[in-house]
């Protein structure tokens, strides 16, 4: 087994590498480091690959010539006094990406991880710290410019145009292959450690884990508004309808008149599904919902939003499945749009109905009677799941159909719950608490299911004077999060019934994670029980019943668990 090695101090080392700042003895130390560890040159590789992703995500296109026939980019440093990027640092996407750069990043890319393996496959025995300097990534630098690619006619363009006025499709290649290299990274760390492993390593392993998820986000939020800022850019004209247009393609199933279409397709991010009884299709934008049909996305970064005749509009986010649309309504029931929530999240921005013609949404759990609002609806399916109600703007007569049949109606910032052994009231939704890494704020605390590793809908927030009846729960592999503010502090302890626990890396359990991140399963026993959580700037103090630094605000709940 080879011996360990500082892994931060490594990080600090391979940055100043590729910054082009390493000292002759750091080189030195680095190289003796790569020559021992398997992991330390997957460290350097990783970081070689990042460092030249971000500078074609984000420098390259701010220096293209305006002209964009050759391409001469200068070399870079840092300004004075600003410090070093580490691994844990993320530029956004631009908000444009130019068919010009890709080539000349590419090439450049490829310099670059050729460099890097030509430095770790000879060692420090074949060159000498100068050398290895000289050969340090240099990003974007080579001996001559590099020529930008001649004017290619954009898709549906012009020949004399050389880019592409929508690059949609560009941009979500860049984020799924992103995505996809954040997936081989997250599996890479998810691999069961060994049983003698070291618990700092193990402590490392989770706090990358917890930078992949968050990456992952900020990924995902980047390319919707890459593409949204592109399409303002260039707005796409409206073209003549043409009969070979207006013919539904012939992997769609054979369609009615026009009179019977309730909906179109706006906007499909990843992968949809249209349901007929004739089967299931892929969905595209324009594709038109029918009486009858269903919805489904797969996959949790998936986005569908449906557009309806009077301007209503709805998303499906996330892994969500609609059915039994219809505007006839239900038999014996109000005339009017219907549609059934199956599971997921549906965001909705409602237009002014008829009179006598709500809009009903059902799960199975409850039913919401829509006038005209815009609203979020989350269903967690099963007997024992629940559905939560967010009311943004307007009112909604919000009603139970598990237990005893109730309603209630939710206005403007406020949430219902409909669920086993919850009261349905009308809440408010809780305001953001906000803090800063100096004086952190522990903005909220929620129950999570350890199986699926998402809060409970009915305990998100985890509320003072809460009363959990474990058997209306779907699980009792449960565990209770706490959600900070900034998302990462230094520590943070529970007290449960004035028990300490602290946890010092993100995601923040009472009953703690495994190496892949996932809560560990904890049932509380029945009884009641005072839930104390409070944030450190710092990290947790020797004796392990404090953090240090300052102590930042905190919440206390009191629970009955029957």
């Known amino acids: 087994m080879s011996p360990p090695y500082d892994r931060e101090r490594l990080r600090t080392l391979i940055h100043r590498f590729l910054d082009k700042t390493l000292s002759e003895d750091e080189l030195r130390e680095m190289e003796a480091t790569l020559r021992d560890q398997d992991d330390a040159r997957r460290e350097l590789l990783l970081a070689s690959a990042l460092h030249q992703e971000l500078f074609v995500l984000h420098e390259l296109p701010a220096r293209e010539a305006a002209d964009r026939v050759a391409l001469d980019v200068p070399e870079t440093g840092d300004p004075a006094g600003r410090r070093p990027a580490t691994l844990r640092s993320s530029r956004r996407f631009p908000s444009q990406f130019r068919e010009g750069s890709w080539a000349p990043a590419i090439a450049a890319a490829a310099i670059l991880l050729g460099l890097v393996l030509f430095f770790?496959?000879?060692?420090?025995?074949?060159?000498?710290p100068g050398q290895a300097r000289r050969e340090a990534p240099r990003g974007h630098d080579a001996t001559a410019p590099i020529a930008a690619p001649e004017n290619v006619p954009a898709p549906g363009g012009h020949p004399e145009s050389g880019a592409?006025?929508?690059p949609e499709e560009r941009i979500r290649e860049e984020a799924s292959r992103r995505l996809a290299d954040l997936e081989r990274r997250r599996a890479a760390?998810?691999?069961?450690?060994p049983k003698d492993a070291d618990p700092a390593v193990l402590n490392q392993q989770k706090t990358d884990l917890g930078l992949l998820q968050e990456e992952k986000r900020k990924i995902e939020e980047d390319m919707r508004s890459a593409i949204e800022q592109a399409r303002r850019a260039h707005p796409e004209p409206p073209r003549p309808t043409t009969t070979a247009e207006a013919t539904p393609p012939a992997k769609d199933p054979p369609m009615p008149g026009k009179s019977a279409v309730l909906a179109s397709v706006e906007r499909v991010e990843g992968e949809g599904t249209l349901i007929?009884?004739?089967?299931?299709?892929?969905?595209?934008?324009?594709?038109?919902?029918?009486?009858?049909?269903?919805?489904?996305?797969?996959?949790?970064?998936?986005?569908l939003v449906l557009r309806f005749a009077d301007r209503t509009r709805?998303?499906?986010?996330?892994?969500?499945s609609i059915s039994d649309l219809t505007d006839e309504g239900a038999p014996g029931g109000p005339p009017g749009k219907q549609i059934q929530l199956v599971r997921g999240t549906l965001v909705a921005d409602v237009a002014k109905q008829p009179a006598g013609r709500p809009l009903i949404l059902r799960t199975p759990h409850s039913e919401a009677m829509v006038l005209g609002t815009s609203l979020r609806l989350l269903v967690d399916p099963g007997e024992k799941g629940a559905s939560r109600l967010e009311v943004l703007e307007g009112k909604v007569r919000f009603t139970r159909q598990v237990e005893k049949k109730a309603s209630v109606d939710v206005t403007a910032g406020r949430y219902a719950v409909a669920a086993l052994g919850i009261p349905l009231l009308s809440r408010p939704i809780p305001q953001t608490r906000t803090g800063t890494p100096e004086k952190p704020?522990?903005?909220g605390l929620s129950i999570v299911s350890a199986d699926s590793g998402r809060p409970l809908l009915q305990?998100?927030?985890l509320e003072d004077g809460t009363v959990i009846t474990l058997a209306d729960l779907s699980t009792r592999a449960l565990n209770i999060q706490a959600s900070t503010s900034p998302a990462t502090v230094g520590s943070v302890l529970f007290l449960w019934d004035g028990i300490p626990v602290m946890e010092g890396r993100a995601p923040y359990l009472l009953a703690g994670n495994d190496t892949r991140g996932k809560p560990l399963a904890w049932t509380p026993t029945p009884g009641e029980h005072t839930l104390t959580v409070t944030?450190?700037?710092?990290?947790?103090?020797?004796?392990?019943?404090?953090?240090?630094?300052?102590?930042?605000?905190?919440?206390?709940?009191?629970?009955?668990v029957r």
């Open 276 to 303: 007929r009884k004739e089967g299931r299709f892929p969905v595209r934008e324009g594709s038109e919902i029918l009486p009858g049909d269903g919805l489904e996305t797969a996959s949790g970064t998936a986005r």
């Open 164 to 166: 592409d006025p929508v």
């Open 459 to 461: 305990f998100d927030p």
């Open 189 to 193: 760390l998810e691999q069961p450690a």
């Open 314 to 320: 709805m998303e499906l986010r996330g892994d969500t």
């Open 441 to 443: 704020v522990l903005a």
């Open 535 to 560: 944030p450190y700037s710092g990290p947790s103090a020797a004796n392990k019943r404090e953090g240090t630094g300052t102590v930042g605000t905190g919440l206390t709940v009191r629970l009955l």
């Open 120 to 128: 770790l496959m000879t060692g420090s025995e074949r060159r000498n």
